[in-house]
């Protein structure tokens, strides 16, 4: 009974799961990549070690060692690897850390000073990122496990006293290794809780589009990795911003990710472009409306010939009135998606009029036209942009099959006004694209659209437009105060 109960709760659980409409999947492909910038940052973040002065004495010698610092990094060997289930892993092993430091030693009535530069060799370092998502849907490296070892330090003395630092050298040196291994581990701890994070704070979670929509790219559950790529399932809803709150149920198929081949791969369904459709809709933004000179001239001509008989029936004052031709969409667009393409279907009404200045207008015609559109995607950046095409239209009247037959010698013209004369409109808008959920500085780049049953997949390399250090320093946090409660390390991080 008890196994029959936790089999409902779950199917219970699925059932209402949110189906996410964009997923990105990183594979291991990305790995060197990310790694060899991610190496960059961290030599610059190694140099903000700070490491106290290390004082003592021995027999009749007092000794300063202070101003530590380290210059470089050294790599022999490191890698950066997925971790399951949610964590990213950089293990570097037997480097050797640069380091420039100032001694003073005073003998009874003696004093010497001067910079040496030393080594730290055996260096061992294990950083794990653990990935998750916030209350907001924004992604967040949550926490940072540490392990540091530094096997030992070499400094080479000159000078007076060279004999003395020699025989004192195995203190300092010691003293040295041993505060090094303890503070390695809070500065990694900082660069990824706090600087990391301000990172993937420019990943959109809610932002505008345009003046009328916007996008919720809101992580719907942690991050999944496995050994060979990480997951992530985004909302991926467009929304009007006059009604923020609104969202559209999501009936559409889930967008699978299968390849590993590239670096990373994007995916969106159906309700991608519906929920995007469908918010411009309630924005009221889906109509258009010529008059006058903006009606093609022949299309002008046509009309008036074609309702002629309704216009010399009207008054004089009227008859010579700029013509005006009004589309606007009665219903949410739908977009279909086969692996033979991507086309979006629309219905709208026509409605022909008389527009006499400072008069009501005087309607001649009333007619629905059903039109369907070839979507063609492209990924530029992380823009995704979309160039749309007129593939089959038709108009129809809804009051009697001979008007319909009627308005036959119209449908060429009113097809080509629309090639014309709307769909440059509407590609201008849709060419400025969507961001997709990658942070500031990271692009795609070598991209291949492939269709399949209700969803696409993107499959691209990642690109660095911009350096690590140069988008954190763009974006890290302005209060110092927080950025250290934040970055205060677990305690026994640091392996001695």
């Not at 936790?6 to 996410?20: D, K």
């Not at 009665?330 to 022909?352: D, L, W, Y």
């Not at 500031?440 to 991209?447: A, P, R």
Request: proline share 6%; hydrophobic share 45%.
């Amino acid at each position: 009974m008890a196994l029959f109960g936790a089999l409902f709760l779950a199917l219970l659980a699925g059932a209402h799961a949110e189906i996410p409409g964009c997923k990105i999947r990183i594979t291991s492909k990305a790995l060197d990549l990310v790694k060899q910038e991610g190496l960059r940052f961290l030599e610059q973040e190694l140099e903000t070690v700070t490491i106290p002065d290390l004082r003592g004495r021995e027999g009749p010698f007092y000794y300063n060692i202070s101003e530590v610092k380290v210059m470089d990094l050294q790599l022999t060997s490191s890698e950066l690897h997925f971790q399951p289930k949610q964590e990213l892993v950089l293990q570097i092993s037997n480097a050797s850390l640069g380091l420039r430091f100032q001694r003073q030693l005073l003998y009874w009535f003696f004093y010497d000073r001067g910079y040496i530069n030393a080594s730290a060799e055996g260096v061992n370092i294990r950083i794990a990122l653990h990935l998750s998502g916030d209350s907001t849907g924004q992604m967040k490296v949550s926490n940072v496990s540490c392990q540091v070892s530094v096997s030992r330090i070499y400094a080479s003395f000159g000078g007076s006293y060279r004999k003395v630092y020699e025989i004192l050298s195995t203190f300092i040196t010691s003293g040295m290794r041993f505060l090094l291994n303890r503070q390695i581990c809070p500065v990694l701890h900082h660069a990824g809780t706090v600087l990391l994070n301000s990172l993937l704070d420019t990943v959109p979670v809610r932002s505008p589009v345009d003046d009328f929509v916007g996008i919720d790219y809101s992580l719907l559950k942690d991050p999944e990795v496995s050994a060979s790529h990480l997951d992530m399932d985004f909302r991926g809803a467009f929304f009007p911003l006059s009604q923020g709150n609104w969202s559209l149920l999501n009936r559409a198929v889930e967008p699978q990710l299968q390849e590993e081949e590239r670096m990373v791969y994007v995916a969106f369904s159906e309700f991608f472009f519906d929920s995007a459709l469908e918010s411009y809709f309630r924005a009221g933004v889906l109509q258009l409306s010529l008059v006058g000179d903006k009606v093609p001239s022949e299309l002008n001509m046509l009309l008036r010939a074609s309702y002629f008989g309704s216009i010399v029936l009207l008054s004089p004052a009227v008859i010579d009135s700029p013509l005006k031709l009004e589309l606007q969409v009665v219903a949410p667009p739908r977009c279909t998606i086969k692996p033979s393409g991507t086309t979006i279907s629309v219905t709208a009404s026509v409605t022909i009029a008389l527009a006499p200045p400072n008069q009501p207008e005087v309607q001649l015609s009333s007619m629905t036209m059903d039109a369907r559109l070839s979507a063609k995607v492209t990924l530029r950046g992380k823009a995704l942009r979309i160039q749309l095409d007129l593939r089959k239209f038709r108009i129809y009247s809804n009051q009697s099959a001979l008007e319909s037959l009627a308005l036959i010698p119209l449908q060429a013209p009113l097809k080509t006004m629309l090639q014309i004369g709307v769909m440059p409109l509407l590609n201008e808008r849709t060419r400025r694209g969507v961001q997709i959920p990658l942070p500031e500085g990271m692009d795609f780049v070598n991209e291949v659209v492939t269709n399949h049953a209700g969803f696409f997949t993107i499959g691209a390399d990642l690109h660095f437009a911009k350096g690590l250090r140069e988008v954190i320093e763009k974006n890290r946090p302005a209060d110092p105060t927080d950025s250290q409660a934040s970055s205060a390390p677990p305690p026994s991080t640091a392996a001695v």
